[in-house]
């Protein structure tokens, strides 16, 4: 069973860096597509980004140029490198994994971003 667990989210001011961390245990993490997606209040989740095992990334129009996603596969961990924060990223941000169709989610971490 496949386990994913959020850390560095937190509360910042608008201008200001976070940085998600998501470790993985139980699967072959190298074979894996990773996303970050985020829920905000009262609003659909979406895909923030993602990296393939290849590390071909995409992002979501509204993060690129700030965010960064990046994964280490001796670590089993993915990161979202947040700079230029703005309100609007205010979410649970969530760590999804994919293996070949098979999906896990992480239970989330709060960013929350004051202007």
């Known amino acids: 069973q496949v386990q994913l667990v959020e850390s560095g989210g937190g509360l910042v001011q608008a201008g200001g860096s976070l940085r998600l961390s998501c470790a993985a245990s139980?699967?072959?993490?190298?074979?894996?597509?990773l996303g970050w997606y985020r829920q905000a209040r009262g609003k659909q989740r979406e895909l923030v980004a993602s990296?393939?095992?290849?590390?071909?990334?995409k992002y979501a129009d509204s993060v690129k140029g700030r965010f960064t996603i990046s994964r280490d596969n001796a670590k089993n961990t993915v990161y979202l490198q947040m700079n230029s924060l703005r309100p609007g990223d205010t979410a649970v941000y969530y760590c999804?994994?994919?293996?070949?169709?098979?999906?896990?989610w992480g239970q989330g971490t709060q960013v929350t971003v004051s202007s």
């Open positions: 999804n994994g994919d293996w070949f169709g098979v999906y896990y």
């Open positions: 139980g699967g072959s993490f190298r074979l894996a597509t």
């Open positions: 990296i393939r095992r290849d590390e071909g990334t």
